[in-house]
């Protein structure tokens, strides 16, 4: 079992900055988060990926936010973060970190992350 707990949201102009963090524990197998992911939601629309990382290193993000956002973990702190900067208003939804043992997941969107925090939000004017 993985339980996934976010902070750091909240409300910021455009164009600022903030870093979302999510803690990680593992009870069991610990490749249960082998793949870990940044994802969010707007109301009414599909949640998407914006930002996965594996544990070889591989790191992926989606298009709009390439070269504003950083994925980063902290093994020692079980700790997995996101930097957002220069924030768009196009950027307010609810940010969501997940886990999955498959690490090949990242964002291929073949298949559902089997962990899931509770979600915080952004809001971005």
């Known amino acids: 079992q993985v339980q996934l707990v976010e902070s750091g949201g909240g409300s910021v102009q455009a164009g600022g900055s903030l870093t979302l963090s999510c803690v990680v524990s593992?009870?069991?197998?610990?490749?249960?988060?082998?793949?870990m992911g940044w994802f969010r939601q707007v109301p009414g629309k599909e949640r998407e990926g914006i930002a996965a990382?594996?544990?070889?290193?591989?790191?992926v993000y989606k298009d709009s936010v390439k070269g504003r956002f950083t994925i980063s973990q902290d093994n020692a702190k079980r700790t997995l973060y996101l930097q957002m900067d220069d924030l768009k208003p196009e950027d307010t939804a609810v940010y969501y970190c997940?886990?999955?043992?498959?690490?090949?997941?990242?964002?291929?969107?073949?298949?559902?992350?089997?962990?899931w925090g509770q979600g915080t939000q952004v809001t971005v004017s």
């Open positions: 997940a886990a999955d043992p498959r690490r090949w997941l990242l964002l291929t969107g073949d298949y559902e992350y089997s962990y």
């Open positions: 593992v009870s069991g197998y610990s490749g249960n988060k082998d793949c």
């Open positions: 990382i594996n544990s070889d290193g591989k790191i």
